[in-house]
């Protein structure tokens, strides 16, 4: 298998790194080869080249890879003129891609909060459309700016339909072994929010052996806090679960702990939820989690389960077993170094 990989800014170099030394030891295991080609992304590719990603590297995740690994790009001082962020690639990837399904499993790990209700469920983000559609394409002058939300009727169904079978092939809610669908929208106020609520129950009317469930925002916000067992998959507009995957990564011990993956019909690529923390950059505090359960996410899109399952296995036992633990900010108590060889070991 040859991955392209995108190092990224901050603390994805090191991640990276811990990721991919798992995978070749994992692979070898296994008794299969894996390849790493390197290719250019982020703010640091944007300070050096004018775009923040390499010449060229969309056509070639498309055809010289079998599979895209990316760290997490972008420094908030690398800024464009119009003062957004100038080194990420959410608008490059996902809509070059068109990979329009934004996976972000939510998993609470044994050993992490021991006692607390489990948690596990999936968040199915709609990538191509929605209020970040609006990226680079608002207006603003010095009193006012706009952004507009646009959502399509094929954008609404392929999402919906993906979040279907995401909960078909699952085993349901761990409060109650339900397969289920939440809408979460704000319909009650929103025009574009309605519509999407409309498609989804033509959707859901197609998938009768799958519940259907419907939260506003600021409710499902709530209960994913407060009854987090009753989720299985949640599907919703680009920017709310933007906002809603944040938030479920805090109860289930901090973005470090979780993966995602943007997926297409016939492209996808693969990358933790957070950002690139310069502040701890290089200082070896960073958890390489996100980063190794994300490759293992990869893995499993491309066929090759049981390596995925060893990595998971051996990340679940490395929690488990007390090898890692996490500060109160999300930081592994043995750095990164410490999470990948605890990893290592019990490959």
Known sequence: MRIACVDGD?????????????????????????????????????????????????????????????????????????????????????????????????????????????IDYVIVRENTEGLYLSRGSGVRNERAASDQLLMTRVGVERIVRFAFETARARSGAPKDGVS?????????????????????????????????????????????????????????????????????????????????GNIGDDAAYFEPVHGSAPSIAGQDKANPTSQLLTAAMLLDHAGVTGTARRITGAVESAYADGAVRLNPDGTPTCGTRGVTEAVLSRL
């Open 10 to 118: 901050g603390i994805g170099p090191e991640l990276m790194a811990s990721a991919r030394e798992v995978l070749a030891a994992a692979a070898a295991l296994d008794g299969w080869d894996v390849e790493f080609g390197f290719e250019s992304g982020g703010a640091g590719t944007y300070l050096e080249a004018g775009e923040p990603l390499a010449a060229g590297a969309v056509e070639r995740f498309r055809g010289e890879y079998d599979a895209v690994l990316k760290g997490p790009v972008g420094l908030p001082e690398v800024r464009k003129a119009d003062g957004t962020e100038a080194g990420v690639l959410g608008g490059v990837l996902r809509n070059g891609l068109d990979t329009y399904a934004n996976v972000r499993p939510v998993r609470l790990l044994p050993g992490i909060r021991d006692g607390a209700d489990p």
């Open 180 to 260: 289920r669908v939440t809408c979460v929208d704000k319909s009650n106020v929103l025009r574009s929010f309605a519509f999407f609520r409309d498609i989804f129950d033509e959707i859901a009317a197609e998938h009768p052996d799958v519940e259907a469930d419907h939260r506003y925002t600021d409710a499902a916000a709530h209960d994913l806090v407060a009854d987090p067992g009753h989720f299985d998959v949640l599907v919703t507009e680009n920017f709310v679960g933007d906002m809603l995957s944040d938030l479920g990564a805090a109860t289930a011990g901090g973005l470090g702990m979780c993966p995602s």
